[in-house]
C-alpha cells in the first residue's frame, strides 16, 4: 500500500502570511481620509471630557444634568406593566411613534397650543430630544443655510448645524445694564437689535431654548413675540427646545412659542419624557409641529434610527394620559416635581451664598449658574494652563475637592467664551443626601480659606 505524505499545513501556509503581514506591516495606515470632512472641528464634547473626569475621582456630582433618584411610581409600574404585556411590547411599533403615545401627545399638547395635532402627521417620536434636535437640523437645514443660536446654547447645537452644512451665527443673551449685579435669569434678555443686525438672506432658521440650559431663563410672552416677529417677517423657522418646560419657579409661566399667532406654521418644538417624567435613561423625545415639516424629519428618522423602543413609548403613553386627566391638581407630577425642586433651589442658593458666591436664580430647569471671579484660588495644574478659567476652576474643584460642576464658557461659541468665563454650573436635581454632601464640601473649604 503506498502510504500518502503528511503534510504540515502549519508551515505550508505560514510562510504567505508572514509575507502578507510584513507587506501590511510596512504602511502606517490607509493613504486617504478615513473620516468626512463634516467632521472636523466637532470632535470635542465637553460631556466626553468631564463625565471621564467625574468617574475618574468618583466625587459629588453637581454636574451632569440628571436626576439621582428614581422616577415616580406610577410610571415606573407603567413600565413593568408594559414589559410584561405580552409579545406586541417587545416588538417593532410604528417607526413614527407607537401610536399610543402620539396620540395622547397630540391630545394633551393641543389643549395647551389651542389647535388641533394631528398624531399621525404632526408628531416624530425619536431616541430622546437629543435625536429630535439631529433630524431637525439634518432635516431642514442646507449648505450655505445660516442658523442663529441664542447663547448660552446646549451645546450639541452648534456641531449638528456644522454637520448639517450650515453656518451658526451667534447671539448672546446679555444681563440687564444696571447698578448691580444680575441675580436671576429674567435679568438676561436677547437683544432685537443683534437679531435684526445678524438676518441676511441665508438665515433659515433660530434656536432658542426655554427654560434655557445652563442660565435657567424662562422666555416671557413679550420675549417670545419679538422673536416671532422676526420669524414671521423674515420667514425663519423656529427650533424652540423646551425639554424642562415643567420645570419653572416663583410662579413663572412656561409659554410655547408655537401658541403664538403665525407661528404653528414654523416652529419644530423639541420635547422630551426622560426630563418630563425623571427619567433620561429612557430616552424617548419629540419633535412636534407641522406636517409639512415634520415630514422631512421623518424621512432622516427612516434613514436613521427608524424606530424607537415599544415597551418605554407605551410607559410614557400612559403617563401622559395619567397627567392629562390631572393636569394643573395637585395630582399631578407636572405639579409635584417643580415643588420639590424648588426646595432644593433655595437651598442649592443658600449654600453657594453662604461661602461668598452670587448665584443667578434660575426661572426654571435643572441648573444654576454662579458667579466665580472672587474667587482666589492658587490653580498651579500646569495641564490646564491655557484653557478658560471656568475650565480650571471646575477640573480643581473635581481633583482637589471632589465636586464635580460643569464650565458655563462651554455653552458659548469662541468669540463670545471669553467674556462668560466667570460662571460654573451646578444641578440642583439630586437626593438631598447629594446636596448635603455637596454643602460639606463647599463649607469645609470656605473655612479652611
Known amino acids: 500500500m503506498l502510504r500518502r505524505p503528511v503534510r504540515n499545513w502549519a508551515l505550508i501556509w505560514k510562510r504567505p502570511v508572514r509575507l502578507i503581514l510584513s507587506s501590511c506591516q510596512k504602511k502606517t495606515g490607509m493613504a486617504r481620509q ?25 466625587v459629588v456630582n453637581l454636574g451632569q444634568g440628571f436626576p439621582d433618584f428614581s422616577p415616580p411610581s406610577f410610571i415606573q409600574e407603567a413600565f413593568c406593566s408594559a414589559i410584561t404585556g405580552g409579545a406586541s411590547m417587545h416588538q417593532y411599533t410604528r417607526g413614527f411613534g407607537h ?6 401627545l397630540a391630545k394633551f399638547f393641543g389643549r395647551i397650543v389651542g389647535r388641533e395635532i394631528d398624531p399621525m402627521e404632526d408628531l416624530q417620536i425619536t431616541v430622546g430630544a437629543y435625536q429630535a434636535l439631529f433630524c431637525t437640523f439634518q432635516a431642514l437645514i442646507d449648505e450655505g443655510d445660516e442658523v442663529i443660536i441664542v447663547e448660552p446654547f446646549f451645546d450639541c447645537y452648534q456641531p449638528m448645524v456644522t454637520m448639517a452644512g450650515g453656518t451658526p451665527v451667534y447671539i448672546p443673551l446679555k444681563p440687564r445694564k444696571s447698578t448691580g449685579p444680575a441675580l436671576s435669569s429674567a435679568d438676561w434678555v436677547l437683544s432685537p437689535e443683534e437679531l435684526a443686525n445678524n438676518l441676511n438672506p441665508r438665515t433659515k432658521a433660530i434656536v432658542i431654548n426655554t427654560p434655557n440650559n445652563p442660565l435657567g431663563k424662562v422666555y416671557q410672552r413679550e420675549e417670545l413675540q419679538m422673536i416671532a416677529d422676526f420669524c414671521i417677517k423674515h ?55 407641522p406636517g409639512n415639516i415634520i415630514k422631512h424629519l421623518k424621512t432622516i428618522h427612516q434613514n436613521s434610527v427608524y424606530h424607537c423602543a415599544t415597551a418605554a413609548q407605551e410607559a410614557v403613553a400612559v403617563g401622559f394620559q395619567r397627567e392629562y386627566d390631572t393636569f394643573g391638581t395637585e395630582d399631578s407630577y407636572f405639579k409635584q416635581l417643580p415643588a420639590q425642586l424648588y426646595t432644593k433651589r433655595l437651598r442649592l442658593a443658600e449654600c453657594l451664598r453662604s461661602v461668598g458666591l452670587e448665584p443667578i436664580m434660575p426661572q426654571g430647569g435643572y441648573f444654576m449658574i454662579t458667579d466665580i471671579s472672587s474667587l482666589q484660588v492658587d490653580l498651579n495644574d500646569p495641564s490646564t494652563k491655557d484653557e478658560p478659567y471656568d475650565f480650571r476652576i471646575v477640573k480643581w474643584l473635581i481633583k482637589e475637592k471632589g465636586l464635580a460642576t460643569i464650565p458655563v464658557s462651554g455653552f458659548y461659541s469662541p468669540e463670545h467664551r471669553g467674556d462668560f468665563q466667570n460662571y460654573i454650573r451646578f444641578c440642583f436635581v439630586k437626593e438631598d443626601s447629594t446636596l448635603k454632601a455637596a454643602e460639606d464640601i463647599l463649607r469645609q473649604w470656605s473655612i479652611k480659606k
Open 34 to 58: 478615513l473620516h468626512a470632512r463634516r467632521l472636523e472641528g466637532v470632535d470635542k464634547n465637553i460631556w466626553v471630557e468631564f463625565t471621564q473626569l467625574t468617574a475618574d475621582y468618583k
Open 99 to 104: 401610536p399610543a403615545l402620539v396620540k395622547i
Open 235 to 289: 420667514d425663519i423657522i423656529c427650533i424652540s427646545d423646551e425639554v424642562y418646560e415643567w420645570l419653572t419657579y416663583d410662579g413663572t409661566q412656561h409659554i410655547k412659542i408655537a401658541s403664538l399667532p403665525g407661528m404653528w406654521e414654523r416652529t419644530v418644538t423639541i420635547g422630551s419624557a426622560g426630563k418630563s417624567f425623571s427619567a433620561t435613561g429612557w430616552k424617548v423625545g419629540w419633535a412636534m409641529g
